[in-house]
Structures are given as C-alpha cells and as structure tokens.
C-alpha cells in the first residue's frame, strides 16, 4: 500500500511563531487532505489539496504531486492550534494516513 | 450544520456485551466508512460502504460488523467487546471515489 510519512512527528511552538509540517508519500495520488484533530478527538478538515495552493486565515498549504509531498504552514501560531496534524492521501478507494504530528503551542 | 453525526459520542459497555454505534449523514454522500483509532495512533479503517456495497478490509476481526439500512445511516456493531476494543470510533462519507472525505466528532468506546 501507500506510505505516507509526516514530519517533525512533535512540534512545540510559542505562540506567534510559524511552522511548516512536512508530508511525504510514495506513490501517486488522487488527493490529499490535511486534518487537524483537536483535544475532543474530532478530526476537522483543513484542506483537500491534491495539488497547487491553498490559504485559510492563518494557514495554507501547498502539494507539489509530481514530486510527491506536501506541506502545510501555520503563521502567527496560537494556543488554539495545538493538537494532532494528519496529512492523509486518497489511493485505491481509501485515505492512507500519516502518523500524525503533534503541535503543542504555548502561551 | 451537523453533516456527519455520531452517537452516541461517548459509550461504556462491558467486556462481551454487544453495543452498536451510529452514524448518520446530511450530504447524501454514497460513500461511508469506520475507522477505529486508539490513542497516539492515526485512524484504522475498518471497513466501508460504497452505496449498498459493503468492503471489509482484510485485517478486520470477525467481532466487527456493519449495517446501512439507507443512505443516510450507518452502524457499527461490535459484537463481543475486549478490552482491546476500547477506543474511538470515527465515521466519515465522501461524495464518490474522489472529494473530500468528511469525518463525524466521534464515539468513544470504553469497555469494562
């Protein structure tokens, strides 16, 4: 099946600071989403990005599929950002998951 | 604005005693799925329904079951719990074979 690899797998931030998360995967895919689970467990859709650019607010991403990653950005990080990051790819009728990277901002 | 519900969102049951879930959906998407997801780890899917169809992944245990009498509705049904079940449990739709797959808030399962 398809690997998909997210980086740093931890990220502490202060809050204000900008990060970026990696997502690497093997093979080529239909789309790609990014999701953001918060402290309920409730996984929120932040992107669906097969390919090109995309800004929300604070946040924008950006998967290049020829060369098979992606990356999401997180500008003037706040405390409501903390939480569990997943990118995760759609191949062969299912969304092959990342292990997540976990952001923790602080006040 | 609910699109994908689940309830109930927290559950207990005892080891061996049957409990369902469910899931309903506002997007007439065709496509549903489960996942299960244990703490630390990324969701699992356990299986899927695309329209009527049912796809069970292969590494699925047998205690795992599913239902979906109509488009809107799922079900998930465990039908011995373990304490290895305990978890939560994500429903999610999608419209068709692409576009953007919508997750519900989730059920945790505790078992005793």
């Known amino acids: 099946g398809i690997q998909v690899e997210q980086s740093p797998p931890d990220l502490i931030l202060q809050e204000g600071a900008n990060s970026t998360l990696r997502c690497n995967f093997s093979d080529s895919v239909n789309n790609l989403q990014w999701f953001h689970q918060n402290p309920w467990g409730q996984l929120i859709n932040l992107f669906y990005?097969?390919?090109g650019t995309k800004q929300n607010g604070r946040l924008s991403a950006t998967t290049v599929a020829t060369e098979r990653y992606s990356l999401l950005y997180i500008s003037s990080s706040q405390t409501t950002d903390s939480g569990v990051y997943f990118c995760?790819?759609?191949?062969?009728?299912?969304?092959?998951f990342g292990a997540g990277t976990t952001v923790t901002v602080r006040a | 604005d609910a699109m994908v519900i689940q309830n109930p969102r927290y559950q207990v049951t005892q080891f061996g005693k049957p409990v369902t879930l469910s899931c309903s959906q506002t997007?007439?998407?065709?496509?549903m799925y489960w996942y299960q997801q244990k703490s630390s780890q990324a969701p699992k899917l356990l299986f899927h329904y695309y329209d009527k169809d049912f796809n069970n992944e292969a590494d699925t245990p047998d205690n795992f079951q599913s239902r979906r009498p109509n488009t809107s509705f799922c079900f998930l049904d465990i039908r011995s719990p373990g304490l290895g079940d305990a978890a939560m449990y994500l429903c999610?739709?999608?419209?068709?074979?692409?576009?953007?797959?919508?997750f519900g808030p989730g059920t945790r399962l505790t078992v005793l």
């Open positions: 999610a739709t999608r419209p068709d074979s692409s576009g953007t797959q919508y």
């Open positions: 997007l007439n998407h065709n496509v």
């Open positions: 990005i097969p390919s």
């Open positions: 995760a790819v759609f191949a062969y009728y299912k969304l092959s």
